[in-house]
């Protein structure tokens, strides 16, 4: 659970969040990067979202779509871990930020 700043900077809301950094970048830094999670699954995708396909084991409480929102947090902004994304997730939006990032 992370909290992430609307990009109007308008408010805040604290929503669950995947990890998207490399353990390298986490040996050589204090922060990590993190995309959002969202419940909003009736919401129309974006461009780079994921509908997370096992959502129960990745420990969240409804089907959820991991969105192309990024942030950088310092890990001491990480309340608590929720659980861990299967590999196909991780596949998808590992693809994901490829694309959102021209890589």
């Not at 604290?14 to 990067?33: D, F, L, T």
């Not at 990024?70 to 590992?94: N, Q, Y």
Request: net charge positive; proline share 3%.
């Amino acid at each position: 659970m992370v909290g992430f700043v609307f990009s109007d900077e308008s408010g805040k809301k604290v929503r669950p969040a995947v990890v998207i950094s490399s353990a390298a970048y986490h040996r050589g830094r204090q922060e990590v990067i993190v995309a959002a999670i969202t419940s909003n699954v009736a919401r129309r995708r974006l461009f780079c979202d994921h509908l997370i396909s096992d959502w129960k084991g990745a420990g969240l409480l409804f089907p959820s779509v991991a969105t192309a929102i990024f942030r950088t947090i310092k890990r001491t902004m990480i309340d608590r871990k929720l659980g861990t994304m299967a590999t196909p997730d991780v596949e998808a939006i590992d693809q994901g930020l490829r694309k959102a990032l021209g890589l």
